[in-house]
């Protein structure tokens, strides 16, 4: 409990005007230099020392040390560099371990500045740490170097903390001003003192204060054009001169410095980034971002991707001229900064901070989250440019998309982790103002949502500095009745895994092509196929004959602009009467068991018609555009990339494309070479599967979580099925399970969100799998679904999971359905209390059921064959 006794400062007549320091005082001393500050942080921890309290000197800056080598006081080194999301994280680690009553000397903050490119960092992590101190009955000393932040930031701190003292020369004279002493008054604690042989002599003669004033140079409420925070001066300095004269000027020493280190602050400092950013952002790129761009900090991954990839594909000269092909990206970006003001301002960042720590975090647990930042509220100058925003886009729809620091990165894609929604954009400036708010907010809230807790932990990007810009995009489409969408998007990757026949070459790549908005190309979605394209053979296909209208797309993704929401029609009735543009394009028809396309842009009628986009493929160019637009983009990145798109078909067949999304493809374990053996006596096969896409070899299975498919189909209840998935994640996290390496197979497609397709779970219920598997059964009505470019199959091939579909029926399969059958069931002694799912969900000891053997699988993607068996142990 605090208490109310004065602390001694260590400078007596400082004591006197203040009345002394008291238990939860943070004191910022705003000085014009670090001998100032010397002055008074010596005697504080000197007198704390010999009071015998606890001293903690925390050094993060380049300067000089504050504190001389004392006897008795701690040291702590934190590093700034790694971002204001790690340096806080550090900073609380440390306040949590040394305990109540500690007395602390912080470096100067404004050195914090140039790490952190903006002062409002830096106002976050004071407003952020100070009540954190206070709570500890703490009392610390920080710095500010006087002059040189703007007035919003210095305003905040002096909001946040309890004594605010400006320290300043006139001349060889010093003077103390006390600013802000909470709690604490007397009639001469505000007037400046002359600060001799330790001594406080207060100025009160009117004169005598005004000359003082007006010589001492530097305010403390500088305007923000003035601050010396790198994202106002680079600024500043750029926009001295005009556009003309940037163009004459970019290859000077001088500007290219600037524009390095603008590229820095908006692009971030990662090397492979940075090396596509100083090779095709111009200076007028980036002043561009500059000025679309809410509040400051950086873009994130996702954007920068966007960007990057838009304007290689302007730039490098050969073939296609694409600035012929690509529509403008009309985006808006809100800086990575304004998250952190988020949480600061809603007390969010300790609750993230403690979340992030722990990595695990239910459902339940989560929408409770949500709802506190559902709750949260944006600054005033934040909303006047979100009004802004809205006011430009008028009723278009828009989207607003995660583009956090980590996503969309070299080696961690974040594919689905963190939302995405769509604004229908519809009603009065207050209901859209309303849903834009919300939208920005659950964006906000996923950071800390369990699939990304999950994925960053596997990772090890638990304490990395993970910042959430935003991106905002006008949605691209059209509009068709009262419905608006794309009459073509999907995603395109440079490198096609999923070869079903030897001719394909799998470095041309493949499309997943939908017609409506892409979310159905890249979720899973229950009895809906995309179009899939391998661009060295576009006219193959998986399927033929009949199995094509089995095999095709029925419904679509659009915004209802009616009902103002995202909505999922079929395309029947969407399309009606068949005047939807260039529809032949997209349509074929089933005519005795026959594809048959249409001769040409009059359709008399739509009855059995299927979505085929075989005249898209032999009628434009639009796969040329495609294979052109990819490999570019891999020969710039160096790696396999990964695209997300829209397009449209102008009347002149002209093929127009926008770039929404590139990301590098850093795929390990799916190239793996691994040989399936051909020596294993069938009584040792567990099973085989003749459709793969990733490769290698998985040894010493201990347990397989199985969850019968007959038993799912014809006897689970849906309520019990909804609560499968949670059950298979509470095994998925087991401490037992964990230590081991586990095969999960189950019926239909696992992470479905209907259950009578699969198992409903999410990518932090499977995560620590090995092997995938997914078994139809005919009887069942399931059917695995290879959904190569969905995000939950980049989940499986970046987590090295081996995913394979499996047919018991299929004779060839080998399935041994007598060792699921009467193997025991260990599910109760995992979970005790999940006894009314041993009907259903078995968990099974590998070496204990099988005589000591573990089960091992081989997968090889180029043979298009895999086998389960079971062999001894191969590892000690």
């Known amino acids: 409990m605090r208490q109310s006794q004065a602390i001694a400062s260590g400078i007596p007549a400082l004591d006197d005007i203040l009345q002394g320091l008291r238990l939860g005082d943070n004191v910022v001393w705003q000085v014009d230099g670090l001998d100032s500050y010397r002055k008074v942080a010596l005697p504080f921890a000197r007198q704390a020392l010999q009071d015998g309290r606890t001293v903690v000197y925390v050094s993060f800056a380049p300067h000089s040390r504050i504190l001389e080598p004392l006897s008795g006081y701690l040291t702590t080194e934190v590093d700034p560099r790694h971002g204001f999301d790690a340096f806080s994280a550090q900073v609380n680690k440390v306040i949590d371990e040394q305990g109540r009553g500690v007395f602390y000397v912080f470096d ?29 009955d703490t009392v610390a000393y920080f710095a500010l170097t006087r002059g040189q932040h703007s007035h919003s930031a210095v305003a905040r701190i002096r909001d946040t903390t309890q004594v605010l003292i400006d320290f300043y020369h006139v001349g060889d004279r010093l003077y103390i001003h006390p600013l802000k002493v909470w709690d604490r008054y007397s009639s001469q604690m505000f007037l400046p003192h002359l600060f001799a ?24 409420l500088k305007v923000k054009a003035d601050s010396i925070a790198p994202w106002d001066s680079v600024y500043r300095k750029l926009a001295q001169y005009d556009e003309d004269e940037l163009r004459f000027l970019e290859s000077t020493p001088e500007i290219q410095a600037l524009r390095q280190e603008l590229s820095q602050m908006i692009i971030g400092g990662h090397p492979e980034f940075q090396r596509l950013a100083d090779k095709y952002l111009t200076l007028s790129d980036l002043l561009g971002i500059r000025n679309r761009l809410i509040g400051s900090g950086r873009i994130g991954g996702k954007a920068a991707g966007m960007l990057l990839a838009r304007r290689i594909l302007l730039t490098e000269p050969d073939g296609t001229d694409f600035s012929q092909v690509l529509e403008e990206h009309d985006s808006f970006f809100i800086g990575s900064d304004v998250f952190f003001t988020f949480l600061v301002n809603n007390d969010l960042f300790r609750l993230r901070l403690r979340l992030t720590r722990n990595s695990q975090i239910s459902v339940e647990e989560f929408n409770k989250v949500e709802e506190r930042f559902l709750a949260g509220r944006f600054p005033d100058e934040i909303m006047e440019q979100f009004k802004d925003l809205l006011d430009y886009f008028g009723q278009a729809p828009i989207i607003v998309r995660s583009s956090s620091l980590l996503e969309d990165g070299f080696g961690n894609s974040f594919a689905g982790k963190y939302r995405s929604e769509f604004c229908a954009n519809q009603g009065s400036p207050e209901e859209r103002m309303a849903a834009f708010l919300r939208a920005v907010k659950l964006v906000y809230a996923s950071a800390v949502n369990p699939d990304a807790l999950s994925y960053r932990r596997q990772r090890g990007l638990g304490e990395s500095d993970e910042q959430m810009a935003i991106l905002v995009q006008r949605v691209s489409g059209l509009r068709y009745q009262h419905y608006f969408f794309p009459p073509l998007a999907g995603v395109a990757f440079s490198h096609n895994l999923y070869r079903w026949t030897d001719r394909i070459d799998p470095n041309q790549g493949i499309i997943r ?17 995309p179009r899939m394209i391998a661009v060295s053979h576009p006219h193959l296909r998986p399927e033929v004959g009949a199995k094509v209208a089995a095999y095709s797309q029925r419904h679509l993704d659009l915004l209802d602009l009616a009902e103002n929401d995202f909505a999922v029609k079929p395309v029947a009735e969407v399309i009606g009467e068949g005047d939807f543009p260039n529809l032949y394009l997209f349509l074929s028809f089933m005519e005795d068991g026959y594809v048959r396309d249409p001769g040409g842009p009059l359709l008399k009628n739509l009855q059995n018609s299927i979505l085929t986009f075989n005249q898209l493929i032999k009628r434009t160019d639009f796969v040329k555009i495609m294979r052109e637009l990819l490999a570019k983009l891999e020969a710039a990145y160096g790696y396999p990339i990964d695209t997300e798109f829209t397009a449209f078909v102008e009347d002149a067949g002209k093929v127009r494309i926008n770039l929404v999304q590139c990301r590098p493809m850093k795929l390990p374990g ?3 070479v691994a040989s399936v053996p051909d020596d294993i006596p069938p009584d040792r096969i567990l099973f085989r599967a003749s459709r793969t896409i990733s490769g290698g070899a998985i040894a010493d299975i201990r347990y397989i979580i199985y969850i019968d498919p007959q038993a799912y189909a014809r006897q689970a209840p849906p309520a019990l099925k909804q609560e499968m998935g949670r059950v298979v994640g509470e095994l998925n996290r087991h401490p037992e399970i964990v230590r081991e390496t586990i095969m999960m197979m189950g019926p239909g497609r696992w992470g479905s969100s209907n259950v009578a397709l699969g198992v409903n779970t999410t990518y932090a219920d499977i995560n620590h799998t090995s092997v995938l598997v997914e078994i139809a059964r005919e009887e069942a009505g399931h059917v695995p679904d290879v959904s190569y470019g969905t995000h939950f199959f980049l989940d499986l091939v970046e987590s090295g999971i081996i995913y394979l579909p499996v047919y018991p029926d299929d004779p060839q399969a080998g399935f041994n359905q007598a060792f699921f059958e009467k193997s025991a069931n260990i599910l109760t002694r995992l979970l005790p209390a999940a006894g009314r799912f041993e009907d259903f969900i078995k968990v099974i000891d590998v070496p204990a059921a099988a005589r000591g053997m573990y089960a091992q699988v081989v997968a090889d993607p180029r043979r298009q064959k895999a086998l389960c068996f079971f062999g001894k142990k191969a590892k000690s």
């Open 108 to 136: 100067n903050l404004s050195a914090l500045v140039a790490d952190w490119a903006t002062d409002e960092l830096l106002a976050n992590f004071f407003r952020l740490t100070c009540p954190y101190l206070r709570e500890k």
């Open 197 to 220: 042989d330790g001594v406080l002599t207060p100025v009160s003669v009117s004169g005598d204060a005004s000359a003082i004033s007006k010589t001492a140079s530097k305010s403390p």
């Open 513 to 529: 092509l939908v017609f409506g908005l892409g979310t159905r190309a890249v979720n899973r979605v229950g009895g809906d196929y």
């Open 670 to 672: 799916l190239t793996e």
